[in-house]
């Protein structure tokens, strides 16, 4: 709940002032989110599977891991699935703000082609980050796609 409870803006201006300008903290900053939001819907997928498995591999003697190997992962590996690819769906949009913050990447060389007013570079640069972000989810979607027919 704790790194779900904060926006990942904050966490690389945390970052950011503990460990310096770069990439690191950048990566820092959206692992910490990450692992809140998709924590929460993991757990969320976790908790509407069905107990009647559970509790019949529970009752044959089986351990906690045998249990979730089982019984919870075949319930919820679809919905995981669909989690992940959302998760990085959002972590790869929200890589350009946090490089924006001082976090390195794209969104480091926007802010200083904007503090710079090279009206040539920011137009370019904006469109990069469009068609990555177009080609980011023409994949997204052809691998939903190709992870459903192989579950179903």
Same mark, same amino acid.
């Given at each position: 709940?704790?790194?779900?409870s904060v926006h990942e803006m904050i966490w690389t ?9 770069? @990439?690191?903290?950048?990566? =820092? &900053?959206? !692992? ?9 819907? *993991?757990?969320? #997928? ?26 919870? @992962?075949?319930?919820?590996? =679809? &919905?995981? !699935?669909?989690?992940s690819i959302y998760t990085w769906d959002v972590v *790869?949009?929200? #890589? ?7 976090a390195g990447g794209m969104g480091w060389y926007l ?42």
């Amino acid at each position: 709940m704790a790194c779900r409870s904060v926006h990942e803006m904050i966490w690389t201006i945390i970052a950011v002032t503990i460990l310096g300008f770069g @990439l690191l903290p950048g990566t =820092v &900053a959206l !692992t910490l989110f990450c692992i809140g939001f998709a924590g929460k819907l *993991f757990a969320e #997928a976790i908790e509407s599977i069905r107990p009647g498995q559970v509790e019949a591999i529970r009752a044959s003697g089986a351990s906690l891991f045998q249990v979730f190997v089982f019984a919870v @992962l075949p319930q919820v590996r =679809v &919905a995981w !699935t669909g989690i992940s690819i959302y998760t990085w769906d959002v972590v *790869f949009r929200a #890589a350009t703000v946090v490089g924006f913050f001082g976090a390195g990447g794209m969104g480091w060389y926007l802010r200083e082609s904007v503090q710079r007013v090279a009206s040539k570079d920011v137009a370019a640069i904006l469109l990069s980050i469009i068609l990555i972000v177009i080609i980011s989810e023409l994949f997204s979607a052809w691998l939903r796609t190709r992870i459903a027919r192989a579950i179903a």
